[in-house]
């Protein structure tokens, strides 16, 4: 599934190819994805400017003077730059065509979507999708207080809690296993329990990690061109993250997996506490 750092290093991707770009083209495969398209896009964006291509969480939003566009890339779902001529295969839903380039949608789980925002709604942030999305983790705004102050009343497991999206987005679950073993953090301890000291470590992990992977995304910019372009999704070395029944990087003890809310966690048991 792709994880913050993958939408980050797709945006970087694809902004140069479409800010201040027209479009000149809008084509729908299909009625929709995980929720219907919104079936006059085509009207609504011919010959309009892309303004900027900006990231809240996982959505990619190109902004026009009279709306946002949002796109999730759901479960599988990616996007490229590809010559607009390029024939579509079977998974390709939707292509945004300014001139000779176009981008496109693939998406073959179609948990994926594309919606509009217009502006006489307001601001794109108040969207039904993005109101209650926790702060960005690469923000000022996250931090080690905002975490201690959030969680004091959460007893949940500081795994789910990072899961849940509310205080800080993007921390998805490779994420939130390689934080908190980086902070050294036992994913099934009660977020309410772990002290100021502590959550400062796990914020500054998180931070680490999350841009760790966005500059490594960005090595493979260039898949994101070409017809034949892969995903994009880079393969990463983890600590912990898919590695039961490996040995610990740092201690050699043996990597635990666990379901925590039907989702795997990988940790080891000597290293976290
Ligand atoms: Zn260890």
């Known amino acids: ?23 000149t083209q809008v084509v729908l495969r299909r009625a929709g994805l995980r929720w219907p398209f919104p079936a006059n896009l085509p009207e609504l964006l011919l010959g309009q400017t892309v303004l900027a291509a900006s990231r809240r969480g996982k959505y990619l939003l190109l902004e026009f003077h009279h709306g946002t566009v949002l796109i999730h890339l759901g479960m599988s779902g990616h996007l490229r730059i590809i010559p607009a001529t390029t024939p579509a295969q079977k998974h390709d839903h939707i292509d945004i065509v300014v001139g000779k380039q176009a981008l496109r949608m693939t998406d073959p789980r ?41 969680t004091r009343q959460r007893k949940a497991a500081i795994k789910q809690v990072l899961l849940a999206g509310d205080i800080v987005v993007g921390v998805g679950n490779i994420y939130a296993s390689e934080s908190l073993f980086r902070a050294k953090i036992n994913p099934k301890i009660s977020a309410h329990r772990i002290s100021l000291a502590r959550y400062r470590l796990l914020a500054e992990e998180i931070r680490l990690t999350l841009r760790a992977a966005i500059e490594k995304g960005g090595s493979t910019l260039r898949d994101f061109i070409g017809v034949d372009g892969q995903t994009g999704y880079f393969q990463q070395s983890y600590f912990v993250y898919d590695r039961a029944g490996e040995q610990c990087r ?24």
């Open 1 to 23: 599934m792709p994880e913050l750092p993958e939408v980050e290093v797709t945006r970087r991707g694809v902004a140069p190819h479409l800010i201040g770009q027209q479009v």
């Open 110 to 150: 179609r948990f994926g979507a594309v919606l509009w925002h217009d502006a006489e709604d307001g601001d794109v942030n108040q969207h039904l999708l993005l109101r209650a999305l926790g702060v960005e983790p690469l923000e000022d705004v996250f931090n080690a207080e905002l975490l201690y102050k959030q």
């Open 250 to 273: 740092l201690c050699g003890t043996t990597i635990r997996q666990i379901k925590q809310g039907r989702r795997s966690t990988f940790y080891c048991i000597n290293c976290q506490k």
